[in-house]
Each structure stands twice: as C-alpha cells, then as structure tokens.
Antibody
Framework: EVQLVESGGGLVKPGGSLRLSCEAS????????MNWVRQAPGKGLEWVSS????????YYADSVKGRFTISRDNAKNSLYLQMHSLRAEDTAVYYC?????????????????WGQGTLVTVSS | ILMTQSPATLSLSPGESVTLSCSAS??????FAWYQQKPGQAPRLLIY???TRATGVPARFSGSGSGTEFTLTISSLQSEDFAVYYC?????????FGQGTKLEIK
C-alpha cells in the first residue's frame, strides 16, 4: 500500500523555525515529484513547494520563498520542509503529496497520493 | 494563474446530476485536475489531465475542457459525494488551486 506519513508539526512562536518530514512507503520514491500543500483553518488549498525526482529542481510559492526550503533523501524515502521566520499566516495543515506518474508514462503535477497532514500553529 | 470556481456553494439532492465549473485566467492546456475533500480528510484526486479519472474513481465523475474552461460533472449524486471540490492547474509555476465549490445536501 502506498502511504505518506507527515510529522514535525506543532506550536511555534512567530519568527521561529520548524522542520516537517514526510516518510513514504510502498512506492519507488525516487521517480516521483513530491510536493507540500497547505490548508489554513477553514480555508482552501494552497500549493507551497515542489521538488523534482532528482532533487535538483525546486519550486516555491511566493508566500514562502526565501523562508522555506524543500529537500528530499531518496535513500530514506523521505521529503522535508524546513521552515524559518514563521508567521501567523503560515498556520495550516501541511500535506505531503505525490505527483501523478502512471504506468503508461503520463507524468504531471496532479497529486494522487496524500498524507494525513500535520498541523503547524504559529502563535505567541 | 488565477483559478476561479463557480458557484461557491450548491445545494442538491441525492440522485440529481451536477456540473461544476472552473476558469483559468490564462490557458493551462490540459494540465488540470479536480479534487474532492471531505471534512477532516486529505484531498482526493478525482480527475487529471482534464478528463482522465484517477484510479478507483467511479464512472459517475467525468471531467472535460481544455485551455481556460473546465467542468466536472457528477451524474446521479450519491450521499458520499457531498463535499468540497477544488480545481488545480499544473501547467505553470506556481501551481494554483481554485477557491472550492461546496456541494451540500438540500
């Protein structure tokens, strides 16, 4: 069974840092684009960051650029999100997700597997 | 790219059919997806590449469109279909989602 399990969320003060992790199982982790998507309480979905399979190419939402860093360790089947200079508006459930890569070779950034999410609360 | 969904809320009865709409502020070709989200759960991918059903998605869900206009049709609503639906483009960075359409039971 393909599974993504996030961890590392919690309560942090404004200006603080936090590192989220996502452990993958049941998939060939190294071939997939991996992503972070967040959802503020009662709000919609917001894409945060993506990292292409080899780990060289990364992309960020303007709202987190310069503060967040996405990385992956393909040997450990793990995805990370290092978050610095956290703000109240970063408060959200953070989901780890996998980009589609089908048996017939289709690859795209529709997210077909999601973790259960980890809650990050930024508050004094 | 701004994704705009309409309407924000729909009230329908089980057994009815519904079409949800999503417009992109510029073309996204067919790099487009629909998701379903229920309270307390992670989103679930329904449709990718504008019209391809994801694994395990019932045939009553169908997607169409290309360029800037997209629709999701659910034929004969089941009780488990009442949820929030999001559209997403993945043609350009940053990836963007619509604000969601809430499908509620009348």
């Amino acid at each position: 069974e393909v599974q993504l399990v996030e961890s590392g969320g919690g309560l942090v003060k404004p200006g603080g840092s936090l590192r989220l992790s996502c452990e993958a199982s049941g998939l060939a982790f190294n071939i997939y684009t991996m992503n972070w998507v967040r959802q503020a309480p009662g709000k919609g979905l917001e894409w945060v960051s993506s990292i292409i399979s080899g780990g060289i190419y990364t992309y960020y939402a303007d709202s987190v650029k310069g503060r967040f860093t996405i990385s992956r360790d393909n040997a450990k089947n793990s995805l990370y999100l290092q978050m610095h200079s956290l703000r109240a508006e970063d408060t959200a459930v953070y989901y780890c997700s996998r980009g589609v890569y089908t048996n017939n070779g289709y690859k795209g950034d529709a997210y077909d597997v999601w973790g259960q999410g980890t809650l990050v609360t930024v508050s004094s | 790219i701004l994704m705009t969904q309409s309407p924000a809320t729909l009230s329908l009865s089980p057994g009815e059919s519904v079409t949800l709409s999503c417009s992109a502020s510029q073309t996204v070709t067919k790099n487009f997806a629909w998701y379903q989200q229920k309270p307390g759960q992670a989103p679930r991918l329904l449709i990718y590449a504008a019209s391809t059903r994801a694994t395990g998605v019932p045939a009553r869900f169908s997607g169409s469109g290309s360029g800037t206009e997209f629709t999701l049709t659910i034929s004969s609503l089941q009780s488990e279909d009442f949820a929030v639906y999001y559209c997403q483009q993945y043609d350009n960075w940053p990836r963007t989602f619509g604000q969601g359409t809430k499908l509620e039971i009348k």
